[in-house]
């Protein structure tokens, strides 16, 4: 199940991004003012200390307060770029974090898709699995009844094995037929592998342990789907 949270994000992204859009914006203003307010303050303040030498020189006495003021307004410029350096890393960081959670609540969205295919195609495989066990039962009775009736062998389309055959080979046909073009000349002929796995297994919960098991470090734990 994806979180309620990643939800919320992933119908708001437009709107994050457009939000984004005008921070930046803004910062870059901000950014502009500062500049231009810095050197301004740097040419008055240069002015400020030649006026106050010109005085020293001819026996006034300085201005010091002007300069003192300049100097804590160009301090005061100096912090602000400084903590407009730190939100504007502190903005990237939050909007790395937001696209890992998107890429987190698609891939949890993934699993979930997954596992509920997997649940319908056990469904469809059972289904045949007893279609193809009332087949095979039948057919003894149906090779007895042919020599019965026409006193000779049985043909091969009644014979239990070759049936097994056959439907071993329409079940791998047909999953082969699923596959798409680049899958199936990489795999080349499928064949059924008992043994593999159990017939008993629930398709479902076994997938559903596999993604918590090697899934969780991405998902951060979110991996119980259902």
Not at 181 to 190: F, H, I, P, S, V
Request: net charge negative.
């Amino acid at each position: 199940m994806v979180p309620r949270a990643w939800r919320r994000h992933s119908a708001s992204s437009t709107g994050c991004r457009r939000l984004h859009f005008l921070q930046e914006n803004k910062v870059e203003k901000n950014d502009d003012i500062l500049v231009e307010r810095q050197t301004e303050i740097a040419e008055k303040l240069d002015e400020a200390k030649h006026r106050a030498g010109v005085d020293l020189l001819e026996g006034r006495k300085p201005d010091y307060a002007a300069i003192t003021e300049l100097g804590h307004e160009q301090a005061a410029i100096e912090s602000a770029k400084a903590e407009e350096a730190k939100r504007q890393r502190a903005a990237i960081e939050a909007r790395g974090d937001e696209e890992h959670l998107a890429r987190q609540s698609r891939l949890c969205a993934l699993v979930s898709e997954h596992l509920a295919d997997i649940e319908i195609a056990q469904e469809a495989a059972s289904m045949a699995s007893v279609r193809f066990a009332q087949m095979l039962a039948r057919l003894p009775e149906m090779a007895t009844l042919f020599r019965e009736i026409t006193g000779q062998r049985a043909p091969v389309c009644l014979n239990e094995m070759e049936l097994a055959r056959t439907l071993a080979c329409r079940l791998a046909a047909t999953m082969r037929g699923a596959l798409p073009q680049k899958y199936q000349a990489r795999l080349g002929e499928m064949k059924l592998h008992p043994g593999v796995r159990k017939s008993t297994e629930d398709w479902h919960e076994a997938d559903r342990a596999e993604f918590h098991r090697h899934l969780a470090v991405a998902l951060g734990g979110e991996t119980d789907a259902s």
